[in-house]
DNA sequence: GGTGAAAACGAAAGCTC
DNA sequence: GAGCTTTCGTTTTCACC
C-alpha cells in the first residue's frame, strides 16, 4: 500500500500548488502563497516534497515549433517483429534526434512516436532512418495539420 | 518575408539559450549566462525578445501523471461525417476535459486526440460522451503502455 | 506552518564598444 | 544593436519558533 501512502501524501492544497506551477512554472513561491493563504516558505517546502515524491518531474519552456521552424508533425505507428522488450524499443529509437514522443501501446501497433521535422525532406529522411531499423517491420504514418489544442494536464 | 525576418533573428546563442530553459524552465539568467560567457542581464534582452516574438510561448511544470493517479492515457483517431472545419472539430471537443491534445490531420482519421483518464472507468465515460458527439462518426483508440520518452523540443 | 535575516536573483538605468 | 556593470527592490532560502 505503498502507493496509497503517496497519494496520502497530497492534499487540496497541493493540487492547488501544482495547477499554479503548471499555467507559469515562473510564478514566485510568495504569488502561490497569497492564493492559497500561505507564506512563501509553505509554498516552497511543499513545491520542493512535490518535485522529491516526483509528482513534478521539472519545468519546462514551451517552444512554439512552427515559429522555430521546425513545421513538420508526424504520428507515426510502429509495427515490431516477434516479440520485443520496451528497453529494446527505447534504446533503438532513442538515437533518433526527431522523436519528441515515444510510448508503448496495447493494440494493433506496437509503439507510437510523435516525430518533429523541419520540413518533408527532413521528415522523409528521419523516417527512411527509422524504418531501416531491424526492430521495425513496418510502420503507418498519420501527418499533423494542426495543433488546436494542448493541455499538459487535464 | 516578416517570416524569414523571425527566422533571421535568431542565432546559435538563442538555440543554446532555448535549449537551456526547456531542460529547465527556472534557471537562472546568470546561470545561462555563465554557460554562454554572458552576463545575466544580456541573457534576459535575449529572452524577453524570444517570449515577444512568441518562440517561448511560457514555462510550465511537468506533472507526472502516473503519480498523481491519472494512469490511463489512450490514443483516439476521430473519424467524423462527411466535411467539418477544424473550428467545429475544436469547439465541439474542447468541452471535454478529458482531452490533453488534439490535432488535425491529413490521413485516414480527421482529427487524432490523447485522451488523459483516472483509470479504465473514467476512460470508458469519457470515450461514450465523445462518441455521442453528432460530428464524431466513429473512433479507434490505442491504449498506452508506457511513456518511454519525452522530449519537449527534439 | 509562520517569522525574520542573509544570500541570491531579477529589473532597470547608464555607459562602452 | 548588443553587451557589461552598478544599483535597488524582490525572491529565495535557511535558521529558529
Redesign the interface.
Known sequence: MEEAA??AE?DDIDEKV?AR??????TTYADIGDELGLSAPAVKRRVDRLRE?????????????D????RT?V?V?IYCAGKIS?DD??ST??RH?????????????D??VRL?AADTQHLEAALERIRSEPLVLRTR??????????????
Open positions: 503517496v497519494h497530497r501544482i506551477l503548471v499555467d507559469d512554472a515562473r515524491v516526483g509528482v513534478i518531474r521539472g519545468f519546462t519552456a514551451v517552444v512554439d515549433l515559429v522555430l521552424g521546425w508533425e504520428f505507428e520496451s524499443i527505447l529509437l532513442e534526434p526527431e522523436i519528441a514522443d515515444l510510448c508503448t501501446v496495447v493494440g494493433e501497433p509503439a507510437i518533429l504514418s498519420t501527418v499533423v495539420l494542426s495543433r488546436l489544442l494542448e493541455r499538459p494536464r487535464a
